[in-house]
């Protein structure tokens, strides 16, 4: 079991930056991989980037460029830097740990097996 807290959340102005931390109770190397995802209302849960114990990294082609996702082993935790943001980004923003691929509808999709309790990100115009 592991539990993911985020924090950092907030308002801030359209061209504003913020950095959202994800803590997790274990080591993050223990995990396969983290990400945030997002969503905003009336939409679907879309991600925004992910990690792997390797360091690898992918992001949504709407934020590349503009986040990246980061971690501090020592601290357990993965952070995400939004920089350049705009009323579109929006959303909760949660933190995920330990995807598995898995198949719907045809396609291979990974999922996320642990999920904090998300943070309010709100970017005025």
């Known amino acids: 079991q592991v539990q993911l807290v985020e924090s950092g959340g907030g308002l801030v102005q359209a061209g504003g930056s913020l950095q959202l ?3 997790a109770s274990r080591s993050i190397f223990s995990l396969n991989a983290m990400a945030w995802y997002r969503q905003a209302p009336g939409k679907q849960r879309e ?17 590349k460029g503009r986040f990246t996702i980061s971690r501090d082993s ?5 952070y995400l830097q939004m920089n350049s ?5 929006t959303a909760v923003y949660y933190c995920a740990a330990e995807r598995r691929l ?6 291979a ?10 943070t309010q990100v709100t970017v005025s115009s």
Do not use: F, M
């Open 102 to 107: 898995t198949y719907s509808s045809g396609s």
């Open 109 to 118: 999709v990974y999922e996320y097996r642990y999920w904090g309790q998300g």
């Open 47 to 63: 991600l925004v980037a992910a990690i792997t114990s390797g360091g690898s990294t992918n992001y949504a082609d709407s934020v």
């Open 21 to 23: 931390s994800c803590a």
């Open 74 to 78: 020592a601290k357990n935790t993965v």
């Open 85 to 89: 943001l705009k009323p579109e980004d």
